[in-house]
């Protein structure tokens, strides 16, 4: 009878065993799907970003398959079924949603007439991108990057090149004009003739109507600038081969100041086109070998500056035999006269090596200046005799306009010969800037540039420059409604959160973080500069503090002092400052749907309402839904292997009244057998070690209770409440590998989980945290979550707090750096055991982070 009954228990007992391996087999199995989905979403981060900038390039032709593509379609497949063999197929619905998707991709790339719209006929300035600089002409594309930059400039648009062709040939003025041009070319004609030419020439332009398409565009542009036509304007030309430093064909165009009405605004249009072929122009073409037949001009349309001064500016004075200093020249009321030279002006000079050394000034008598007409047009007038020998500009106007010709000069990679404005507040705009010949002379280096950067290093995520104030960003609560147009983000990880505020920002800088991540792909299609893993920009960089990001050169660089109130001067309406409103890729039809399918990313909140299946509406959400749900999938993955196959498990023991169940999924532990009590020293695991280092803090209250009147109903409480998370002592686990740790805590009423990788690859490294509950008052759980948020965000968490829900992440960071944000964890989580009976009013969570940072473990000096 006993030995039947020792047969069956043995039987009962290998099948356990069996059971409780095929468990442990079934987590391990888990786990490496997991692996193999974090690799597969780095990959596929990589992917998206390579093809978004395909797009980018594709915006003047049609995108062909890319084998890219085929790939990243792969790759997304695997991590939808990776997501299902880790949690049982509980997320089938992501193949259907896989499915759909890659039909719909593959259906329009098998369509073999994906074709570029035609050009627009009209830009506005603060809508420029890159890739539209060869429509806008030299003086338009220079000014448009000036204006992205975030310099002071008008606010205009641009007919374009295509605007100008399309005027051209509607008029058949592509074959009349060119065959008058042969003519001239052929015989040589001295100069009568070829004014002759070029005046009807110019009577046939300015008499032609423009085509009906071209009014409307004229007019939309004209009502967009100015909510109405009447808005006063400067229309300048903007030919291709204007303002190169070879060809500057500087004075050889027309430009038209204050122009209001659209029936002067096309004249005047018509009258800037003219001046291509007029008499000045075509001597100089025909004396430097340039062909006569370029119909190369778009034409700029400026908002006139009530100027009370303006000039020239020069980034080198020309006349100065070393190249060392800044030249500025100043005529009242507008700029005209200073550039044709037809009246006396004020001249300014000042050491490019220091903003702040001596002026020379050489002040002029001045008799005439040129003053806009109300209702248009512009006459010359007296100056009032008081004010003919005074200086036009103060000292703190002439600094500032050398800072900002070192800025352009920097931007514009070489010296600058800039157009500036200034009204009488003092501000100051730039009307436009071009090359600066200096034909045999050496070429200085930019002062600006000479000047130690802020911060260097670092990877490119997005190229480019920007100019803005720093914002540092270290949570996703820091993303509101007070950022401005002129902000440059500045975070210690690449938050997911703040994609969406892209198109409204300058640049970003982050310290962790990588080109393939979310944050950078965002950035890369909102053509904003980022660069990631600077180590030390939120350490660095000072909230508010003016900056130029170099993503190009990897660098920041500090905002001369001089310019800084001219920027601070700015209009910036909130979030409609952007020069770059959301959506305005200019693709062809089917190339934008294409790209909506790939490219956007919709799930920024992976804790809101939104964050859902329902709303995954391309690949880059379906790779975000899919990684997050497999991060949660894990956090629960060992429950039921300790409630269900405890001999599986093992026992950390190491003295204090804190223990875990260890599941080792490999490499966690020593080699060999292992017995079911283990210590410290048995744990290979590296994240779990720097974990346990921070639990093991001499002087944290694993024993002895905080400071608080409320101890004695905690108690009750928790001896009376057994629906709540399991008391100190009972079941916590964590699951193990060499560099992987998931560990779920249930102390007193409230329970915590970790979820990390912690290895050599820091684009592979990532800590995501969670903290809730508690054994007192809702109010004082709140306050505790509270005070762990304050000492999540010192430690460089991204943190937000719903009630008494802790959510943190840190992602991109090295191994190292990882483990001392396990060792901080580690602390709070004996720092915070009880904490929420001490919280008795609202200054507690401040007091309490404050000793936690002043490393009073046991609240000795706590009241």
Known sequence: MFGSFQRLWARYQERKRLRDEEALADLKFRYHAFRALLANNERSM???????????????GGLTADSRLE???HVTYEMVDGLNRMNGYRSENLYALHKRLSSEIRDILAQQFLTPEPPPLALALHDFRPEMAGQLGGKAASLARLAAYGLPTPKGFVLTLAASRLFFSFNQLDTLVPDRLRRLHANNEPQAELTETAEAIGSLIVGSPLPPELEEALAAASERLGQGTHKALAVRSSAVVEDQAEHSFAGQFTSILNVVGLEALARAYKEVLASNFNARSLAYRMQYGLPLLDFDMAVLFQEMVPASAAGVLYTVDPTDRELGRFLISAVPALGTLAVNGGAPADIYRLPRSDLNARIEQEVAVKTVQEKAVPGG????????????ALPLLSQETVRALAGLGWLIEYLGDGPQDAEWAADASGRIFLLQSRPLRLPGRRRPASGISTAPPLLQGGTISSPGRALGRVRIVRSAADLDESLDGQAVLVLNQSLVEAARWMAVMRGAIVDLGNPGDHLS???????????????????????????????????????????????????????????VEPGD????????KLRQLIVPLNLTDAYGPTFSLMECRSLHDLIRYAHEAALMAMFTAGDELVEDHFSAVHWLDEGLPFHFFIIDLGGGLKPGPHPTRLHLDDVISFPMRSLWEGLST???????????PNLSGLFARTMTEQGGARALGSSNFAILTRDYLNLNTRLDFHFAMIDTVCGPNARENYIRFRFKGGGTTEVQRERRARFISMVLKSEEFSTDVKGDLVTASLAGTGQESAARKLIALGRLLGFSRLLDASMRDDDAPARLAKAFFDEDWALERFS
């Not at 990589?46 to 003047?60: M, T």
């Not at 920009?537 to 990897?554: H, I, P, S, Y």
């Open 71 to 73: 790939e990243l379609l």
């Open 377 to 388: 047009g512009v006459r010359i007038e007296p100056v009032p005799e008081e004010e003919r």
């Open 521 to 579: 792909t965002v950035a890369r299609e909102r053509g904003r500069p980022m660069i990631t893993g600077t180590a030390e920009a939120t350490k660095t960089l000072k909230e508010g503090q003016w900056v130029l990001l170099d993503a190009d050169r990897r660098v920041v660089l500090e905002v001369p002092s001089v310019v800084q109130d001219q920027m601070e001067k700015l209009t910036t309406a909130g979030l409609k400052s952007s020069p």
């Open 46 to 60: 990589d992917l998206v970003g390579e093809i978004e900038a395909s797009f980018k390039a594709a915006a003047a």
């Open 698 to 708: 001499p002087g944290l209250r694993w024993s002895t209770p905080p400071p608080s």
């Open 585 to 592: 890729e200019k693709l062809a039809p089917e190339l934008e």
